[in-house]
């Protein structure tokens, strides 16, 4: 029999990564009597995007710069699509977040006037190997702020029109856990493995995004109807081939450049955004002058081994790549290619569509970090500020909700429950998640802009896609699971095909092509105007609505009307 | 890229099996560790630096151009000491200091 048990809460977090564990910090700080209550499917000592560490704080308004101008930096690079109140209410904390890192204990070089060292305008210079553990231990020091590690949360629960709490399971025993809560933020991270990989065999995990980010905190607002902004502006990576190691430290940190096998610098051609960057390595090859390289060739010895340094901080399958195969990048320029398109809202504006104070557009529901929308360009400290942010909206907000009984949320449980259960006992069936993961992947890489088609899509293969993921999702309400690690994985799958659906809708709702690195609607191959707005949706009833709004450029306030 | 653990070494102390971000360490019948899913591994190195007992080695998949090479980890107070080995080659040693900062 799967044991239930339950908590009553005030203020629930889904994840405990970055922005949900600052979230916790700030909450309990600000009032010690406020039950605070993360779930995190793994361990927040190292769970999360931060898990290898960060080479930088690759947000933080330097010396003699203001937050307007990180905002025109994020407006350029996201070709116009983001929110301003989102992206300056989060810049203007970027600077006290990184100050409260180093107070938790993270190393941050200074100069000889204790000024912050900058890399580039709007880094600066750490030691971020162990930032994690420095987070969760900061965490462990408020007695109000209780942590369930390796649960993974499946559903919200919902009574009328709000949230009040969610049920999930352990990743380790036949466990049910069911929670009430006041107020629920979710801060997990976004999607990864909705295509098929660039290593689709043993080695089809990579280290920048958690593999175990399946989308689950998207799904889990979409379920309950909440609005959702911008997935089709997917994240596809420039990385270092193979290990899919990041290449802004080489590039920024050395000032290598991208060459094409010709030795010809391409990038200006493609533009410098981030799309452009990945549309360059791409487009290079498509015409025959692949691969495609960082020209790293002549390099210093003692630049070589900070380099060495800096990569075990943060990705150290490449140091050892460079070492094990004695090509080093003094001697070898380093081959970049793209990943497969994730949808991720610390890098781009995909995510819940909400107010400038972080609630979502269902009462009861906030949302921070990778899967809160409209503000791109988040990084370590975005998803810090977005998390302080969100825990002062609900601070101010938690009066206006009454508890719900742990007997009634027993009862809004109970179809979610009983599923778990049936799933453990059930015979193993036709198929099993990865199986259906496999096919999934398949169909988004083919259909839906994946790496093998170059990113390209069409009307046609969308409506093709739609059909196929709609498929997948039938067969996996069927999924049985043998253990709890395979119920995890059935459950990743359902989030994901849910995640796959929206997206799709927001791939067809966007007819041009505004970031051609990301994707190009080969049907609408240009960039138009009457798309300068936010392609949004919202699950009513099972099907998706497409509800375009307006850019707001310059409005620094924004509450929803509804 | 993925990780081998070697049970000589595992005392069963479950430090590996708590940190995994992907909840894919295990522990076997005498309690030592044991990575259920290789092939689900992402390579964190969140469990060689848990590991006290220098039991984990790294490597990376021949599919992404691995030749064997193993990576292990050690600490000492704020140094942490990357050790990559390779059959047929001399053993390299990288030493990073955790109070100082990257350089890039």
Same mark, same amino acid.
């Given at each position: 029999?799967?044991?239930?048990?339950?908590?009553?809460?005030?203020?629930?977090?889904?994840?405990?990564?970055?922005?949900?564990?600052?979230?916790?910090?700030?909450?309990?700080?600000?009032?010690?009597?406020?039950?605070?209550? $993360?779930?995190?499917?793994a361990?927040?000592?190292r769970?999360?995007?931060?898990a290898?560490?960060?080479?930088? $704080?690759?947000?933080?308004?330097?010396?003699?710069?203001?937050?307007?101008?990180?905002?025109?930096?994020?407006?350029?690079?996201?070709?116009?699509?983001?929110?301003?109140?989102?992206?300056?209410?989060?810049?203007?904390?970027?600077?006290?977040?990184?100050?409260?890192?180093?107070?938790?204990?993270?190393?941050?070089?200074?100069?000889?006037?204790?000024?912050?060292?900058?890399?580039?305008?709007?880094?600066?210079?750490?030691?971020?190997?162990? $930032?994690?553990?420095?987070?969760?231990?900061?965490?462990?020091?408020?007695?109000?702020?209780?942590?369930?590690?390796?649960?993974?949360?499946?559903?919200?629960?919902?009574? !009328?029109?709000?949230?009040? !709490?969610?049920?999930?399971?352990?990743t380790n025993?036949?466990?049910?856990?069911?929670?009430?809560? /006041?107020?629920?933020?979710?801060?997990?991270?976004?999607?990864?493995?909705?295509?098929?990989?660039?290593?689709?065999?043993f080695s089809r995990h990579?280290?920048?995004?958690?593999p175990f980010?399946?989308?689950?905190?998207?799904?889990?607002?979409?379920?309950?109807?909440?609005?959702?902004?911008?997935?089709?502006?997917?994240?596809?990576?420039?990385?270092?081939?193979?290990?899919?190691?990041?290449?802004?430290?080489?590039?920024?940190?050395?000032?290598?450049?991208?060459?094409?096998?010709?030795?010809?610098?391409?990038?200006?051609?493609?533009?410098?955004?981030?799309?452009? /960057?990945?549309?360059?390595?791409?487009?290079?090859?498509?015409? !025959?002058?692949?691969?495609?390289?960082?020209?790293?060739?002549?390099?210093?010895?003692?630049?070589?081994?900070?380099?060495?340094?800096?990569?075990?901080?943060?990705?150290?399958?490449?140091?050892? &790549?460079?070492?094990?195969?004695?090509?080093?990048?003094?001697?070898?320029?380093?081959?970049?290619?793209?990943?497969?398109?994730?949808?991720?809202?610390?890098?781009?504006?995909?995510?819940?569509?909400?107010?400038?104070?972080?609630?979502?557009?269902?009462?009861?529901?906030?949302?921070?970090?990778?899967?809160?929308?409209?503000?791109?360009? &988040?990084?370590?400290?975005?998803? *810090?500020?977005?998390?302080?942010?969100?825990?002062?909206?609900?601070? &101010?907000?938690?009066?206006?909700?009454?508890?719900?009984?742990?007997?009634?949320?027993?009862?809004?449980? &109970?179809?979610?429950?009983?599923?778990?259960?049936?799933? *453990?006992?059930?015979?193993?069936?036709?198929?099993?998640?990865?199986?259906?993961?496999?096919?999934?992947?398949?169909?988004?890489?083919?259909?839906?802009?994946?790496?093998?088609?170059?990113?390209?899509?069409?009307?046609?293969?969308?409506?093709?896609?739609?059909?196929?993921?709609?498929?997948?999702?039938?067969?996996?309400?069927?999924?049985?699971?043998?253990?709890?690690d395979?119920?995890?994985?059935?459950?990743?799958?359902?989030?994901?095909?849910?995640?796959?659906?929206?997206?799709?809708?927001?791939?067809?709702? /966007?007819?041009?092509?505004?970031?051609?690195?990301?994707?190009?609607?080969?049907?609408?191959?240009?960039?138009?105007?009457?798309?300068?707005?936010?392609?949004?949706?919202?699950?009513?009833?099972?099907? $998706?609505?497409?509800?375009?709004?307006?850019?707001?450029?310059?409005?620094?306030?924004?509450?929803?009307?509804? | 890229m993925s990780i081998l653990i070697e049970s000589e070494r595992c005392?069963g102390?479950g430090s590996c099996v708590e940190a995994c971000p992907g909840n894919l360490i295990k522990r076997d019948a005498d309690g030592k560790a044991f990575l259920k899913a290789p092939d689900e591994c992402w390579g964190c190195a969140s469990c060689l630096k848990e590991c006290?007992?220098?039991a984990i080695s790294y490597y990376l998949g021949?599919?992404?151009?691995?030749?064997?090479?193993l990576m292990k980890?050690?600490?000492?107070?704020?140094?942490?000491?990357?050790?990559?080995?390779?059959?047929?080659?001399?053993?390299?040693?990288?030493?990073?200091?955790?109070?100082?900062?990257?350089?890039?």
């Amino acid at each position: 029999m799967l044991r239930i048990e339950t908590i009553q809460t005030d203020f629930l977090i889904v994840g405990g990564g970055t922005a949900g564990c600052y979230a916790a910090i700030v909450a309990a700080r600000k009032d010690p009597k406020l039950r605070v209550q $993360i779930v995190e499917k793994a361990n927040i000592k190292r769970s999360g995007c931060l898990a290898a560490g960060v080479n930088a $704080i690759n947000a933080y308004i330097t010396e003699g710069r203001t937050t307007q101008q990180y905002l025109e930096y994020a407006r350029w690079d996201a070709e116009k699509i983001i929110r301003d109140d989102l992206v300056l209410s989060m810049a203007e904390r970027f600077n006290e977040s990184a100050r409260d890192l180093e107070r938790m204990g993270l190393v941050i070089l200074k100069d000889a006037n204790g000024n912050y060292v900058s890399r580039g305008k709007r880094n600066i210079k750490i030691n971020g190997e162990n $930032i994690k553990p420095i987070i969760s231990r900061e965490v462990k020091k408020y007695d109000n702020i209780s942590i369930l590690n390796h649960v993974v949360v499946t559903n919200l629960l919902q009574d !009328g029109d709000r949230v009040c !709490g969610a049920v999930g399971f352990s990743t380790n025993y036949e466990t049910a856990w069911v929670i009430s809560a /006041r107020a629920v933020l979710v801060a997990t991270g976004g999607a990864a493995g909705l295509y098929r990989p660039n290593n689709p065999g043993f080695s089809r995990h990579k280290m920048w995004y958690p593999p175990f980010n399946a989308g689950a905190g998207y799904a889990l607002g979409i379920r309950v109807g909440a609005e959702m902004t911008s997935f089709e502006m997917r994240f596809v990576a420039q990385r270092i081939k193979d290990t899919i190691a990041p290449t802004g430290t080489i590039a920024l940190g050395v000032g290598a450049r991208e060459v094409n096998a010709l030795g010809e610098a391409y990038a200006e051609r493609y533009g410098l955004t981030t799309s452009g /960057r990945a549309r360059g390595a791409t487009k290079e090859t498509s015409e !025959g002058r692949g691969p495609c390289y960082l020209k790293t060739v002549g390099l210093d010895s003692s630049r070589e081994e900070d380099l060495y340094k800096a990569y075990l901080n943060m990705a150290p399958a490449q140091t050892l &790549k460079w070492i094990e195969s004695g090509e080093r990048p003094s001697t070898h320029n380093v081959e970049i290619e793209g990943t497969e398109p994730y949808v991720v809202g610390g890098h781009t504006a995909s995510g819940y569509w909400i107010d400038t104070a972080r609630r979502t557009t269902v009462a009861g529901l906030y949302a921070a970090g990778d899967v809160a929308g409209g503000a791109p360009k &988040k990084f370590v400290t975005g998803a *810090l500020a977005e998390g302080w942010i969100a825990a002062e909206t609900v601070l &101010k907000d938690l009066a206006t909700y009454s508890p719900t009984s742990i007997a009634r949320a027993l009862e809004l449980a &109970k179809d979610k429950t009983n599923e778990y259960e049936r799933r *453990l006992r059930a015979p193993r069936g036709v198929y099993n998640a990865r199986e259906l993961e496999d096919a999934m992947q398949k169909v988004m890489d083919v259909y839906a802009g994946g790496i093998s088609v170059g990113y390209r899509y069409n009307e046609n293969q969308l409506a093709i896609a739609d059909e196929k993921i709609g498929l997948i999702a039938d067969l996996a309400e069927e999924l049985s699971a043998a253990d709890v690690d395979e119920l995890v994985r059935v459950y990743e799958l359902i989030d994901r095909a849910t995640v796959c659906k929206t997206l799709l809708a927001h791939l067809r709702g /966007r007819k041009e092509t505004r970031w051609p690195g990301f994707g190009v609607f080969a049907d609408y191959p240009e960039k138009d105007d009457a798309f300068e707005c936010f392609v949004n949706t919202r699950n009513v009833n099972g099907k $998706i609505q497409t509800i375009i709004r307006p850019l707001m450029e310059g409005v620094t306030y924004y509450e929803h009307t509804h | 890229m993925s990780i081998l653990i070697e049970s000589e070494r595992c005392v069963g102390c479950g430090s590996c099996v708590e940190a995994c971000p992907g909840n894919l360490i295990k522990r076997d019948a005498d309690g030592k560790a044991f990575l259920k899913a290789p092939d689900e591994c992402w390579g964190c190195a969140s469990c060689l630096k848990e590991c006290r007992f220098q039991a984990i080695s790294y490597y990376l998949g021949a599919d992404i151009g691995g030749r064997g090479g193993l990576m292990k980890y050690e600490r000492d107070g704020d140094l942490a000491r990357w050790i990559i080995r390779r059959a047929g080659r001399e053993t390299v040693t990288i030493t990073v200091d955790r109070r100082s900062s990257n350089k890039y």
